[in-house]
Nanobody, 120 residues
Framework: QVQLVESGGGLVQAGGSLRLSCVASGSIFSINSMGWYRQAPGKQRELVAAITSGGSTNYADSVKGRFTISRDNAKNTVYLQMNSLKPEDTAVYYC??????????????WGKGTLVTVSS
């Protein structure tokens, strides 16, 4: 079993910052990519940012220059530093991890989500 625990969401004013964290624990052999997705009310879930095991990153155009994804491989943790937040960033943010479990099976896991609300 693998668990993903997200933290760091909340209410912030436009222009403010938040840092999201997601810790993966359990029967993990290795972790490949880690990422953050978001889903706003009435919209489809979309990729925000992703990072490979080698540190290569990918960002949605809407967050480039404002958000930074990073990871701590020793802690099986991925972070999302969000600066210059805008009301349109309001959404539930989900952590996604692509890993190989202790049975050497490739698996994909999602966190339960953390709400980010940006007020104008």
């Amino acid at each position: 079993q693998v668990q993903l625990v997200e933290s760091g969401g909340g209410l912030v004013q436009a222009g403010g910052s938040l840092r999201l964290s997601c810790v993966a624990s359990g029967s993990i052999f290795s972790i490949n990519s880690m990422g953050w997705y978001r889903q706003a009310p009435g919209k489809q879930r979309e990729l925000v940012a992703a990072i490979t095991s080698g540190g290569s990153t990918n960002y949605a155009d809407s967050v480039k220059g404002r958000f930074t994804i990073s990871r701590d491989n020793a802690k099986n943790t991925v972070y999302l530093q969000m600066n210059s937040l805008k009301p349109e960033d309001t959404a539930v943010y989900y952590c996604n991890v692509d890993l190989v479990n202790s049975d050497y099976r490739a698996m994909d896991y999602w966190g339960k989500g953390t709400l980010v609300t940006v007020s104008s």
